[in-house]
Nanobody, 123 residues
Framework: QVQLVESGGGLVQAGGSLRLSCAAS????????MGWFRQAPGKGREFVGGIRWSGGGTYYGDSVKGRFAISRDGAKNTLYLQMTSLNPEGTAVYYCAAGNSFGTVSPSGYLYWGHGTQVTVSS
């Protein structure tokens, strides 16, 4: 059974940084694409970024390009999201997801989801 468990969320001041982690288990993820999404109160789920589990290759949503970076540690089966220059618009629940099509930005293109971790950015 696939499990994705996010951690690392919390309260951070505007301009600050935070690193989220997603521990993946239950299958081999080579060949998969891992993604991060976020959902602010009253809004839809927004694509943040994605990475090929094998061989890297990343892509990002326009609102976070240049500020967020995705990486993964295959030995630890863990995905990361390094967030810098956070602003209050970054306040949301952040979700980790796994899919099989590189470049997909729609939530419907991802097969497995974690339960999310809350990030709150204070002004």
């Amino acid at each position: 059974q696939v499990q994705l468990v996010e951690s690392g969320g919390g309260l951070v001041q505007a301009g600050g940084s935070l690193r989220l982690s997603c521990a993946a288990s239950g299958r081999t993820f080579s060949g998969y694409v891992m993604g991060w999404f976020r959902q602010a109160p009253g809004k839809g789920r927004e694509f943040v970024g994605g990475i090929r589990w094998s061989g890297g290759g990343t892509y990002y949503g326009d609102s976070v390009k240049g500020r967020f970076a995705i990486s993964r540690d295959g030995a630890k089966n863990t995905l990361y999201l390094q967030m810098t220059s956070l602003n209050p618009e970054g306040t949301a629940v952040y979700y980790c997801a796994a899919g099989n099509s590189f470049g997909t930005v729609s939530p419907s293109g991802y097969l497995y989801w974690g339960h999310g971790t809350q990030v709150t950015v204070s002004s």
